[in-house]
Each structure stands twice: as structure tokens, then as C-alpha cells.
């Protein structure tokens, strides 16, 4: 086949919903914006465990460490699915792990901003996970078959991340005057970023249209921000709090809410690696990877004796 029934072949079957999978043809730039895409989801799922871990030792209950541990793991996990999706790509996870430690590979703007109080790791529930959740709902039906399925289990986890982050906040919003007080703080600090997680303007987004006619992308960036705030609208009212952005209002011809604009200076200084945290951040990533060196090295010479054993006994 040519190159060209080959391309033919393989955009006919995206059009007709087929999944494709690891041996498959695909072009080279598909297998690329892929590798691209689900191995920056692994590095946030993983650099965005450090805003959490930071409250562990001083969550305020057994009850909310237990919840917060959990969640942390869960994260954990979801960066492996995904570092594994990504090898079956053809690259290793050394090389994406040296691509987020170079700087060639970003990971979610939201992790450059810092935890300050308790509060926050509610926020992060159900802000971010929300967001994430958002996002994560349309690649459970990607074109790429293992991100696709890496997607459903990491979905229904996220969801429980963001109800329990609601629940949260929904106590701390029941409580003292400052506790109240410090709920809306961190609503108000959180809420412009987790909008800047859904990325540029899609008059910005480089990458839309060609993932949008790959199926990678199923919805732009600006449908999932705009699906995003509508529901956050509704959920605020529950707690009894506001979100920080007088430009709120309910749009009868759109039937969306209107919002205000996003600080887009702001997004890409923290994309570019100038956020209150980036060096922070990968400070502490370059760190764990380097401390690490030994269990890799124990794990590798571990397997390697169990092939020897297999092997003899094979013989
Ligand atoms: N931060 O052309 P587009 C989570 C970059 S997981 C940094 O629109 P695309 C779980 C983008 O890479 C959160 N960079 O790009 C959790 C591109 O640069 P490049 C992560 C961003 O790929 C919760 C350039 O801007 N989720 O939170 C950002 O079509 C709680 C132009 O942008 C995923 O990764 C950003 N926010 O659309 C963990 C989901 N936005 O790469 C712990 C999978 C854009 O060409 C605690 N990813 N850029 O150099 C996606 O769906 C897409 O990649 C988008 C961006 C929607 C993020």
C-alpha cells in the first residue's frame, strides 16, 4: 500500500470509530502528538501529587489523612497507566521522564501554584479534579486505544477525588466564621487557574484542529472551559460561596454563563516555567528521581534473576 492508502486507511478507520492500537500503521505525527499529550497527562498526574503530598502530615483528622492518601496513590497510579500507554508508542519512560526533567515536556499549569492552607486541598478536589474530570470524560473515548482505556478507570477515580473535595469544603463552609472565611479564600485563589487548565483559546491552541479531525480531541478547549464553569456555577451555591469574577451571568441566548477574561499573561508565564512554583516543582521531581536510582536498579537486577530461574527451569 502507499503511503497515501495507508493515510486513507487509517483516517477511515477514526471516522468509523475503530480504535487505533499499538501495532497498527498510524503517521508519524499522530504517534508524535500522542507521545506529546498522554506523556505530559503522566507528568501532572505525578508533579500534581506534590501540592497534595505537601498536606498529609497535617491534614486535620485520621479520617481526612486516610482520604488524602489515598487520593495521593490514586494519582500515582494514574501516572503509571499512563507512562505505560505512552511506551506502547515506542518510547521509553526514561526519555519521557527526561523530557519533563529537561523542560522539553510541560505538565499542568495548576501544579506551579502553591497549598497554603487546608482549604486548598478542598479546592484542588473539586476544582482541579473537576477540571481534570472534565477533560478526562471525552479521552475515555479517544482515538488511541490504551489511552482510551487508561482513561475509564482513571475517570472514575477522579470522580470520587472531586466529591471529595466538594465534601470538604461543603464542612468547612458550615463552620466558624473562619473557617468560612477560609474556604472562600481558596475558592477565590483556585478558581482562575483550574480555568486555565483547559488550555489557550481555541483561536490559540495550536494543536486543536488536527487532534479535533484525529479524534484525540473531542471537544475544544473552550467547549470543556464553558461545560466547566455552567456546572461550577451550580455547585457554589451549595457551599454558600461566590467565585471571584463579577462578569458571571446566566446568557439566554447562548444558555451558557458568560465569565470574565482569563489573565492569558499570566498562563503562559506559568507555562513557560515561571509560575510561584515551576522550579519548586521540578526541583523536587529531579530529586525523588535521582533518590530513586536504587529501588530501579534493585527492581532490574530482581527480574533479571527470576528470567535466569525461568530459564533453567525451562531447560
Ligand atoms: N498547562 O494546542 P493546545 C489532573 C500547552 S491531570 C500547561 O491547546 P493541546 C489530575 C500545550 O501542551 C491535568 N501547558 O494543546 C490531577 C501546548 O504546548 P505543546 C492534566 C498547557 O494539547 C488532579 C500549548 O499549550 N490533564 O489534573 C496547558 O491540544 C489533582 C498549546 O495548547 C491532561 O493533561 C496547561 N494547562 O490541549 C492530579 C489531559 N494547556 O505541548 C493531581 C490531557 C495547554 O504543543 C491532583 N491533555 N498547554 O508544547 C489534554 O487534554 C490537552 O493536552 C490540553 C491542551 C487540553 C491540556
Known amino acids: ?27 508519524e505525527a499522530y ?6 499529550q498522554i506523556s505530559q497527562h503522566a507528568h501532572s498526574e505525578i508533579v500534581g501529587m506534590l501540592p497534595e503530598g505537601n498536606w498529609i502530615s497535617r491534614a486535620p483528622s485520621l479520617k481526612r489523612k486516610a482520604i488524602l492518601l489515598a487520593k495521593v496513590q490514586d494519582e500515582a497510579g494514574h501516572g ?7 511506551e506502547t508508542l515506542g518510547i521509553t519512560r526514561e526519555e519521557t521522564i527526561n523530557d519533563l526533567h529537561s523542560g522539553r515536556a510541560k505538565y ?11 482549604a486548598d486541598i478542598g479546592a484542588v478536589g473539586w476544582l482541579v479534579d473537576g477540571a481534570a474530570i472534565m477533560n478526562q470524560v471525552m479521552l475515555t473515548r479517544t482515538s488511541y486505544g490504551p489511552y482510551a482505556r487508561a482513561m475509564v478507570r482513571i475517570c ?18 458550615k463552620g466558624s466564621p473562619e473557617q ?10 483556585w478558581w482562575w487557574p483550574a480555568l486555565m487548565m483547559f488550555g489557550p483559546r481555541d483561536t490559540e491552541s495550536t494543536n486543536s ?29 451549595l457551599l454558600g460561596m461566590t467565585l471571584p469574577d463579577p462578569h458571571l451571568k446566566w446568557n439566554t441566548d447562548r444558555n451558557h454563563y458568560d465569565f470574565g477574561e482569563i489573565d492569558w499573561n499570566e498562563f503562559w508565564q506559568v507555562v513557560k516555567g515561571n509560575g510561584p512554583c515551576n522550579k519548586e516543582r ?22 533479571t534473576k527470576k528470567q535466569k530461574r525461568a530459564a533453567a527451569y525451562a531447560a
Open 108 to 118: 499542568s499549569s495548576i501544579f506551579n501554584y502553591p497549598t497554603l492552607t487546608w
Open 209 to 237: 484542529d488536527q487532534s479535533m479531525k484525529w479524534k484525540i480531541k473531542r471537544k475544544t478547549n473552550d467547549e470543556l472551559r464553558q461545560q466547566f464553569v455552567d456546572m461550577c456555577v451550580e455547585q457554589v451555591k
Open 156 to 173: 472514575k477515580e477522579e470522580s470520587f477525588h472531586q466529591r471529595q473535595g466538594f465534601e470538604s469544603l461543603l464542612v468547612l463552609s
Open 282 to 303: 521540578l526541583q523536587a521531581r529531579k530529586q525523588a528521581w535521582e533518590e530513586g536510582a536504587w529501588v530501579r536498579e534493585a527492581a532490574a537486577a530482581h527480574a
Open 1 to 27: 500500500m502507499s503511503v497515501h492508502d495507508l493515510e486513507k486507511h487509517f483516517q477511515d478507520k477514526i471516522d468509523q470509530e475503530t480504535k487505533i492500537e499499538p501495532l497498527d500503521w498510524m503517521p
Open 31 to 36: 504517534r508524535k502528538t500522542n507521545i506529546r
Open 80 to 86: 503509571l497507566y499512563l507512562y505505560s500507554a505512552c
Open 180 to 189: 468560612k472565611a477560609m474556604c472562600q479564600d481558596a475558592i477565590n485563589r
